[in-house]
């Protein structure tokens, strides 16, 4: 009796321990701004082959049919070919959902003791701060004589700061700045999108970070000092590998087909911000009109930048939402540690960037927490009339608010599967705007592969792509005017009106397209070898240019009338 109940007594202890570990583990996720997929590699063999569209009838995608292609002749574009390198992502999956497994790099929904006050997760420090998503290991006793690890707010890089400083101050002078406070100057830039100079400080005496920050933001050249929020794509991978050839579905779902007939997005640029993208892919072919390494890494295309560039562009095998657009490829994401990571200081060098190199849209599919200086760049960035675009994230129906997709300059894309259901982890929020399908995507990988992917960060993909149609089809529409014509040409979905978990709706890229009057004068791409869009704040200065005006949405009875056979007859 005795050692059946010492038994017994050791299997309890030993399943707690399992539950303990497993609880701790969930709270080191990386509270950080991430890329939402799930992916797993299928076997393809999908021959090429071009839909015949009539504009009247809805397009029906079955589950067995193979992807479309559309085909993409605007005509020859001069754009210097980019070498190709590899990439090697070892990924490290911690079950969540029954079919999916989550990239570290998730914003994880931790639990009630390992939230602070405002619902952010607090966890061990991740380690390094310089963009390249270099995770650090647990270290317990050390410091000053301290046993016991404090708890430390992952969203950040430790030891490291985001500084306003006095953009008079030459770098010798930035460096002495920095040696008076016990800091190194990692890097520091003028930003013209929002008129100041920043730059990265690191601490390199072991003095505690909260000292530090006091210090130096008392000295008469530094303007505003805070924490180097760290930013994670937001992917995920599927447990189960698919094969065969999977059909687009999304495409029926967004009435992309019926779309393609009015317009492709030729001459709308638009501003990838992510991991790197493999330009050589046949997919992207002649679509990345421009480059740009925020990180200045070494590293090769990744996963998850060349799937959201297919979402948007891919024109081979496959079909993208905006097939004829032009991408700027900007890597802020890297590291082959886990999952791909960024930080405020890179995030906004990416923003910049974009700003100044004539973007009209920026994708941002990633999340975090907020931040001042990239709501402050959000903000003058949506300012030069660029329209914002971001994956509402994955960490699911208990998360916080997210940015920069909780930013009200941003249209916040949550996603759905298959059956018009929301995705399981996408986010919810009243700064929901839209959704779009977001479940078992088919979309390209590097080398020439594709890959089969869930989450937020592609249905912000898909409404980026829209977004270029309609400007195609109006160059002169607002960043506002735009977002009122998604939302009042929405499906609806789950409860009537707008809702926390589908904003207006799900996305319709014809009615969207049909409701935007035609631009007749909308101008030629810009010649090859430029990359700012010199035409593009004339016509929008110049008197008599005619915007949409759109009245708000207030209830139900406000959504969209048009093509009403489209919608189900029951709900």
């Known amino acids: 009796m ?35 997929a799930i992916m797993r590699t299928p076997t393809i063999s999908v021959p090429t082959r071009t839909p015949t569209i009539s504009p009247s009838i809805a397009a029906r995608v079955s589950p067995g049919v193979g992807a479309r292609a559309v085909g993409v002749a605007p005509g020859p574009r001069a754009i210097p070919a980019i070498p190709r390198t590899t990439i090697t992502a070892r990924m490290r999956p911690v079950p969540v959902l029954p079919y999916a497994r989550y990239s570290p790099n998730l914003y994880p929904a931790c639990t009630a003791p390992y939230r602070d006050a405002d ?3 607090l966890a061990q420090p991740g380690a390094g701060g310089d963009g390249a998503g270099k995770s650090g290991k647990k270290s317990a006793g050390k410091g000053r004589g301290n046993s016991t690890p404090a708890a430390v707010d992952l969203r950040t890089f430790s030891n490291e700061f985001v500084a306003e400083i006095d953009g008079a101050l030459s770098a010798t002078e930035a460096d002495e700045l920095a040696r008076r406070h016990g800091l190194t100057r990692v890097s520091s830039e003028n930003f013209p999108l929002i008129g100041a100079t920043f ?7 072991g003095r505690p970070s909260e000292t530090v920050r006091r210090e ?29 050839d999977p059909a687009q579905y999304a495409l029926a779902r967004l009435r992309l087909p019926q779309a393609h007939t009015l317009a492709h997005g030729a001459n709308v640029t638009i501003a990838v911000i992510d991991s790197g993208i493999d330009a050589q892919h046949p997919e992207l072919a002649h679509s990345i009109a421009d480059n740009f390494d925020a990180l200045g890494s070494a590293e090769g295309p990744h996963v998850h930048g060349t799937g959201i560039a297919g979402a948007i562009v891919a024109h081979a095998k496959l079909m993208g939402s905006a097939p004829e657009a032009r991408i700027i490829a900007i890597r802020a994401f890297g590291g ?6 960024s930080s405020s200081y890179i995030v906004l060098r990416s923003l910049n960037y974009a700003a100044e190199h004539g973007a009209q849209i920026v994708n941002m599919s ?5 931040d001042a200086v990239i709501e402050r760049a959000i903000a003058a960035t949506a300012a030069r009339g660029l329209v914002l675009i971001a994956a509402a994230g994955n960490a699911g129906a208990k998360s916080p608010p997210l940015y920069p997709a909780a930013n009200p300059n941003v249209i916040a894309v949550s996603a759905t599967d298959q059956q018009d259901k929301l995705f399981s982890a996408s986010n919810r929020g009243n700064y929901i705007a839209l959704a779009a399908p977001g479940v078992d995507i088919f979309l390209p990988a590097p080398d020439g592969k594709y890959q ?36 009042k040409t929405a499906r609806d979905l789950g409860s009537p009106g707008r809702d926390d978990l589908f904003g207006d709706g799900e996305a319709d890229a014809f009615a969207a397209v049909m409701a935007v009057p035609a631009d007749s004068a909308t101008p030629v791409a810009a010649a090859s070898g430029t990359t700012k ?17 759109q009245p708000s949405l207030s209830s139900a009875d406000d959504k969209s009338t048009i093509s009403q056979a489209d919608r189900p007859a029951t709900r």
């Open 216 to 244: 130096f933001a008392a000295d008469g050249s530094v303007r505003s000092v805070q924490p180097n929020f760290r930013y994670v794509l937001q992917d995920q991978k599927s447990s189960v590998p698919t094969e065969g």
């Open 119 to 121: 619902g952010e997760c």
């Open 199 to 205: 730059g990265l400080f690191r601490i390199t005496d």
């Open 533 to 549: 869009r010199e035409d593009a704040e004339k016509r929008r200065d110049e008197p008599g240019i005619r915007a949409i005006e």
């Open 336 to 341: 082959s540690t886990g999952g791909a990571q």
């Open 366 to 370: 990633f999340a975090g927490p907020k």
């Open 452 to 487: 089969m992917t869930s989450g937020t960060s592609f249905s912000a993909a898909y409404v980026s792509g829209v977004a270029a149609l309609l400007l195609e089809r109006n160059y002169t529409l607002k960043p506002e005017a735009l977002r009122m014509t998604l939302a």
């Open 2 to 36: 005795t050692r059946k109940s010492e038994s017994k007594s050791r299997a309890g202890a030993y399943a707690s321990s399992v539950g303990a570990a497993l609880l701790f583990a969930a709270g080191l996720g990386v509270e950080v701004a991430q890329a939402q």
